[in-house]
């Protein structure tokens, strides 16, 4: 059997894991390639109007995946504990995928609330392809120890740019909106054909950045809003303005993001992304925010 990953929401969290995890019991994969316009029409057919622009990629690359494998990867994501929420959309994926789609789905929750662990969900994945309790074990103690490696040297990567002495923009956004080819990709090429040195905000010390959020606002409760938000405080001082970057119609970064740029004393731009086709008029936005940069 082969399992497809949809590139997209969850990949951009757990997607290196589930690869090495997957590699590790000899069961084979694939992965969706980087959105395209193929998979932006495939999110558009089977979307419906109210979905954000993430989750609309999401259901694209589901689409794409339906003829090349046997079932699907999708997890539910509900909570990390009581006051560490997701998105809405997180845990209602599997019900979304599983009414549009007739394919097999391989699916696990994580929900702390409920005793309901990350490890678990790995274990589930692996008894689902009938693998062994201690092969399941050893794969997953060396996919999370090489994830953790490989994300340690991306964050002294990110903390060694922002020491630089050059401009450089912090980027304040999810990741599976910074690392899709067709929101945040083309942003962060254009800032560095500006001259921009782009600081990622989901590349530092997640723990810390989670405490760091509440000095901004003690009433998140969205756990990767509070981790982006905290990064934040890592490093404002030390960069030249800060670029706010969503997908329409998010109602949490509409609400998360306006609540911070409120309280930071520091040249912001707040940027909502639709339809990638209108470019143009991101990019006077951007040259002018550069501008007045110092």
């Known amino acids: 059997m082969k399992i497809g990953i949809p590139r997209g929401l969850f990949y ?18 694939i992965i969706s390639p980087e959105t ?34 046997d079932c699907v990867l999708v997890p539910r994501i509900d909570n990390y504990g009581i ?13 979304i995928i599983n009414n549009l789609f007739d394919i097999d789905i391989v699916d696990y929750n994580i929900s702390y609330t409920d005793d309901d662990t990350m490890e678990k969900g790995f274990f589930k994945v692996g008894k689902y392809f009938g693998k062994n309790v201690r092969d399941i074990h050893n794969a997953y103690i060396f996919a999370l120890n090489r994830y953790k490696k490989v994300f340690k040297k991306k964050c002294i990567v990110n903390m060694n ?5 050059c401009k450089k923009v912090l980027l304040v956004s999810h990741p599976y909106n910074t690392y ?17 040195m782009v600081i990622y905000s989901d590349l530092f010390d997640k723990e810390k950045c989670l405490k760091k959020s509440f000095d901004l606002s003690s009433g998140l ?19 030249d303005g800060i670029i706010f970057l969503s997908t329409f119609p998010c109602g949490l970064d509409s609400l998360v993001n306006e609540v911070v740029i409120r309280k930071l004393d520091k040249k912001c731009l707040n940027i909502v992304v639709d339809d990638m086709d209108a470019f143009a008029g991101i990019e006077t936005r ?9």
């Open 12 to 29: 951009y969290y757990y997607g290196e894991m589930w690869s090495l995890f997957l590699e590790k019991l000899g069961i084979d994969y």
């Open 221 to 239: 409760y969205w756990r990767f809003s509070s981790e982006i938000i905290g990064s934040i405080l890592f490093c404002k001082d030390n960069v």
């Open 180 to 196: 899709d080819s067709m929101v945040g990709k083309p942003i962060i090429r254009y800032l560095e054909s500006l001259g921009c």
């Open 286 to 294: 951007l040259e002018s925010f550069v501008d007045i940069l110092v």
């Open 36 to 69: 395209n316009r193929e998979i932006i029409n495939l999110g558009n057919k089977y979307s419906s109007d109210e979905m954000c622009l993430s989750l609309k990629h999401y259901i694209g690359h589901v689409a794409y995946l339906t003829g090349d494998c």
């Open 83 to 95: 006051n560490e929420q997701t998105c809405t959309n997180f845990l209602a994926c599997y019900d």
């Open 161 to 165: 740019n922002v020491g630089k002495t």
